[in-house]
């Protein structure tokens, strides 16, 4: 994969998103019901908020896949807490809004844990830089696991009974929430791997219009484990770098 530099984003992403959620609730055809939104999870803190825009607009089905978290322990804590968060948001259940219209229950999907999965992709890229190449490919790993799933529940929709199974109209991240992270290579690469399997990505930039302060605000209120490194021992070791940098200069 060719390496993106990051840089100001080209597009206003929120703004795309928020043109395709109009566009939707406007057309005759597709307004009477609500779309089938596939979202990539990486934790309970980025999802809080995502979740609580989107519920709005989508029922969702949180995809919860991430082979880069160093160990199996800081995985299941990280699943574990995403789905306290969405039981305690009372959002595991169908529920209606003050219209009367239906909302669909969320749910998780976890793929089994496999940090080989991960190790194999950063193969080579062990000393990239924070936001760098290996970040990157980590992105491109968990965007195509998520399209791979959406494909395969199209297929299984294509074979059954009609209604029984419903395929997903879009796919999306929550990691464009981060302000460490560029929506502008999220976008990109999502929009990649979703033309590669025909399916729709949902552009975003979730830590617009205070997203990401909307987040720190939730994870305060249902007290979420909030952790300070990305995932892989290689974005651990950076951030008990700095700790200690920071640490050395505040004992001078």
């Given amino acids: 994969m060719e390496y993106i530099k ?7 992403y929120q703004q795309l998103l ?4 109009e566009t939707w609730q406007k057309d005759p055809e597709k307004s009477e019901r609500r779309p089938r939104l596939l979202m990539h999870s990486c934790c309970a ?6 979740l609580d825009y989107l519920c709005r607009y989508f029922d969702i089905t949180l995809f919860y896949y991430n082979p880069n978290i160093s160990t199996e322990k800081e995985f299941m804590h990280r699943v574990s807490e995403l789905k306290r968060l969405i039981h305690e948001m009372e959002i595991d ?3 209606y809004d003050e219209d009367g219209k239906r909302l669909g229950a969320v749910s998780v999907v ?5 940090h080989k999965e991960f190790l194999a992709i950063a193969k080579g890229h062990e000393k990239d830089p924070e936001r760098g190449e290996r970040c ?3 992105y491109r790993q968990r965007l195509e696991k998520t399209a791979d799933y959406m494909d395969e529940i199209r297929s299984k929709a294509e074979n059954a009974a009609d209604g029984e199974v419903l395929p997903y109209d879009f796919f999306c991240t929550t990691l464009t929430i981060s302000p460490m992270k560029s929506a502008q290579i999220l976008n990109e690469i999502g929009e990649e791997v979703g033309a590669g399997h025909g399916e729709s990505f949902l552009p975003s930039d979730f830590k617009k219009k205070g997203g990401y302060q909307r987040s720190i605000a939730l994870s305060k209120e249902y007290d979420l484990y909030r952790q300070d490194f990305c995932g892989c021992e ?3 070791a950076a951030s008990e770098r700095e700790r200690a940098e920071r640490k050395m200069r505040d004992d001078k």
């Fill in 6 to 12: 990051p840089e100001p984003n080209k597009k206003n």
């Fill in 18 to 21: 928020e043109k395709i959620i």
């Fill in 45 to 50: 803190p980025c999802s809080s908020a995502v």
């Fill in 93 to 95: 259940v169908e529920r």
């Fill in 110 to 114: 976890v793929p089994d844990y496999d």
């Fill in 136 to 138: 990157h490919l980590c």
């Fill in 234 to 236: 290689f974005s651990k």
